[in-house]
């Protein structure tokens, strides 16, 4: 009695567990990505074709139906990489989705609504049950609820801008997400016209800028911007000297303009 006890427990934990690490169902998604996206430039740039993801509208809005569907509480049982997977996603496809909304009469996200800033600010996305914005996603949850402190995902969200780091072309997986997330990152400070090194001065994208209070919580040992930039000094082809300006804060750190133009393919 007492042996089969131990069995049935043990089944339930095993139960227990699968429903927890059980991965959520990206694949439309990601099949979406792979066929109305273009890669550049070995993967540092992406465009989606919005024409053709147009037709496959009904099937993005599928995918955000399904995402809308899990309970809050489900979401909370599921392990931290699998729930910042399913929040990039969300956000990235809804992202396109705005963008589809008002496509082809705009040239920028920034183009959607009268005031600055408008289009995150809309309560377009459906999660847990209520009606939310883009910035209620990247700023409230994935950065405000305290629980990820992972600066990477700022390579991850993508903004359907030029000067955004490239959209993915595939879907983010929590299985995946520290290979997906650090080869993003790699391939965005790789880019020498959106970052690079030059007369000892550092010139990176704008998002450091943004979001620096996220570049100093100490993620991985990593304080501030320059240290952050440090650790990918293969990526940004530093010398061993500008690496350890960057670290010790002696170099210089410039940001450039931002490129808002739309990431539409051809643009």
Not at 11 to 40: G, I, P
Not at 44 to 73: C, F, H, I
Not at 116 to 129: E, H, K, Q, Y
Not at 208 to 214: A, G, S, T
Request: a negative charge; aromatic letters at 10%.
């Amino acid at each position: 009695m007492i042996g089969r006890l131990k069995i049935v427990l043990v089944l339930l934990l095993v139960v227990q567990s699968t429903l927890v690490l059980a991965e959520f169902d990206h694949r439309s998604w990601d099949r979406l990505l792979k066929r109305n996206m273009v890669v550049l430039e070995q993967g540092k740039v992406t465009q989606v074709n919005y024409t053709a993801m147009m037709s496959d509208r009904e099937q993005l809005r599928g995918y955000l139906d399904t995402l809308a569907a899990v309970p809050r509480a489900e979401f909370n049982s599921w392990d931290p990489d699998e729930q910042l997977a399913f929040l990039i996603n969300a956000y990235n496809a809804w992202t396109v989705e705005l963008i589809l909304s008002e496509y082809p009469d705009i040239d920028s996200i920034r183009d959607i609504g009268f005031l600055p800033g408008a289009a995150w600010r809309r309560d377009i996305v459906s999660l847990f049950g209520e009606q939310v914005s883009l910035d209620d996603v990247e700023h409230d949850m994935i950065r405000g609820w305290g629980i990820y402190n992972e600066p990477r995902i700022h390579f991850a969200v993508n903004c359907a801008a030029v000067g955004c780091p490239a959209l993915r072309p595939e879907a983010f997986s929590g299985t995946r997400l520290e290979q997906q997330l650090e080869e993003s990152t790699r391939l965005f400070l790789s880019d020498s016209n959106r970052n690079y090194v030059e007369e000892n001065e550092a010139h990176v994208s704008r998002i450091f800028d943004w979001y620096e209070e996220d570049f100093e919580r100490g993620w991985l040992g990593v304080n501030s911007v320059g240290e952050f930039l440090a650790r990918y000094e293969k990526a940004l082809a530093l010398s061993e000297a500008e690496a350890a300006g960057l670290r010790n804060g002696s170099m210089r750190i410039r940001y450039l303009r931002y490129d808002w133009s739309l990431n539409d393919i051809g643009s």
